[in-house]
């Protein structure tokens, strides 16, 4: 799926699938792709919402990853690119068995 991001007063085109993760940073979310990062004023919540079935993974309290751009997993922690990303335990169980299907 395409979505709309708004930036500063642009709406620009995303592909679900150019996502690699979501941080919540309070009532906002910091949304990154490959080339750009975009601050969205909508929480983690109501995006995890949005993006359920498009290979999204809640995978702490506050990130959200695409599984397709994992690049490795270390115990608790995630490497997509240069972001390392922390493997809640309340969401670890969950995170393998979804891991295994793919």
Do not use: M
Request: proline content about 1%; overall charge positive.
């Amino acid at each position: 799926g395409n979505f709309f991001i708004k930036d500063k007063k642009r709406l620009i085109k995303i592909k679900a699938a150019d996502i690699y993760w979501i941080k919540a940073d309070g009532a906002y979310s910091q949304v990154a792709t490959n080339s750009q990062q975009f601050l969205l004023s909508t929480n983690l919540g109501s995006l995890e919402e949005k993006l359920r079935g498009h290979f999204f993974t809640r995978v702490h309290r506050s990130y959200l990853v695409n599984f397709q751009h994992i690049d490795a997993i270390e115990e608790d922690v995630l490497s997509i690119g240069n972001e390392r990303i922390p493997l809640g335990k309340n969401y670890r169980e969950e995170f393998y068995r979804r891991l295994q299907q793919l």
